[in-house]
């Protein structure tokens, strides 16, 4: 059963840095391409940054370039979102998923970035 766990988010000032966690289990982690995606209320979700198998590679979305990074740790199923200097813009849902053929989406981790 693929599970995914998001976790790390919260209620955050702007300018102000969250690191957001993603637990997977159920399938093979490490030979697939992940990303961490954004659904703000009353808008699609978004593709906010992606990374290739071994984290050799990364892309982001323009409007967090910069400002948020993306890691794996392969040993341990995980994969991270740091997220600095942020803004009101970035209060979404923050969800992982594999980039290409998703799993059953997990129930994502709020965060709320106040002016």
């Known amino acids: 059963q693929v599970q995914l766990v998001e976790s790390g988010g919260g209620l955050v000032q702007s300018g102000g840095s969250l690191r957001l966690s993603c637990a997977a289990s159920?399938?093979?982690?490490?030979?697939?391409?992940m990303a961490w995606y954004r659904q703000a209320p009353g808008k699609e979700r978004e593709l906010v940054a992606d990374?290739?198998?071994?984290?050799?590679?990364?892309t982001y979305a323009d409007s967090v370039k910069g400002r948020f990074t993306i890691s794996r740790d392969n040993g341990r199923n995980t994969m991270y979102l740091q997220m600095n200097s942020l803004n009101p813009e970035d209060t979404a849902v923050y969800y992982c998923?594999?980039?290409?053929?998703?799993?059953?989406w997990g129930q994502g981790t709020q965060v709320t970035v106040t002016f």
């Open positions: 990374i290739t198998t071994s984290g050799g590679s990364t």
């Open positions: 998923n594999a980039r290409l053929l998703q799993f059953t």
């Open positions: 159920g399938f093979s982690f490490s030979s697939r391409v």
